[in-house]
């Protein structure tokens, strides 16, 4: 059985990541990879599932109102779910349907802890807003995660010569492998699920809310400058 160190751990990490991933989540998360891989015989797929069942205890523990609890079992989910990437990459045993269960068990994670979250604050004080709030970070979510694949579609199909070039704050950024999309899904559920609970009750809608306008003010971002580069690429066709 080969043994893998930090510097392997290091070399699987994703190219670009958010950077509440690159600076709060990924020192201990390669940390917890070597354990994981040299100690264990975890499956990426394991790992996704330990994840799942922690965000569902996350989950539960914003129900019966215990912010503080819910806020830690949510920030451990997410980091047991940065190691299986990493374990499928280093060891070479990632699969189609493990990037499936990945993806269902992080919106099984997000949609669990919104509802939570509203449910929990709403049988404690019976107000409104709490319900509304939940249902906003469901909406996100939705909106993100349809937008997303979308966008990424259009600029396959667009021809490398009219993608805007880097700037010197965009290549400042990736050389410490964060990437320029710095308020995106990530930042905005550690936002909601991490900081606002552990801020108390009444930071929760505050909190959501502004996390929310800076999720759509760089989401407009990105459509923006999809627009702008499409519209490149007619003049360039003569359209």
């Not at 994981?36 to 965000?55: D, E, F, Y």
């Not at 709030?133 to 490398?160: H, K, T």
């Not at 009750?201 to 627009?227: D, I, S």
């Amino acid at each position: 059985m080969p043994t893998y160190s930090l510097a392997d751990v290091h070399a699987a990490r994703k190219r670009k990541d958010a950077w509440w991933t690159v600076f709060a989540v990924d020192p201990l998360a390669c940390r917890l990879a070597v354990l994981v891989a040299n100690r264990t015989t975890l499956t990426p797929n394991a790992i996704t599932g330990i994840s799942m069942l922690l965000g569902l205890a996350a989950a539960g523990a914003f129900a019966a109102n215990r912010l503080t609890a819910g806020a830690v079992l949510f920030f451990v989910s997410f980091l047991v779910d940065c190691v299986d990437g990493k374990i499928a990459r280093l060891k070479g045993t990632g699969t189609p349907f493990g990037l499936w269960l990945d993806f269902i068990g992080d919106r099984v994670r997000e949609l669990s802890c919104a509802a939570g979250l509203a449910f929990g604050q709403y049988a404690a004080t019976g107000d409104v807003a709490f319900v509304i709030m939940g249902a906003a970070i469901a909406v996100l979510d939705l909106f993100r995660y349809v937008n997303g694949p979308q966008m990424r579609r259009v600029r396959e199909e667009l021809p490398g010569s009219v993608r805007p070039p880097k700037t010197r704050w965009e290549r400042a950024l990736a050389r410490r492998r964060v990437r320029r999309h710095l308020f995106s899904g990530i930042e905005f559920h550690a936002a909601v699920f991490v900081a606002a609970p552990l801020a108390g009750a009444a930071a929760l809608v505050p909190m959501t809310a502004v996390a929310g306008a800076l999720l759509l003010g760089f989401e407009a971002n990105l459509v923006y400058r999809l627009w702008v580069t499409t519209r490149q690429a007619a003049i360039q066709r003569g359209v």
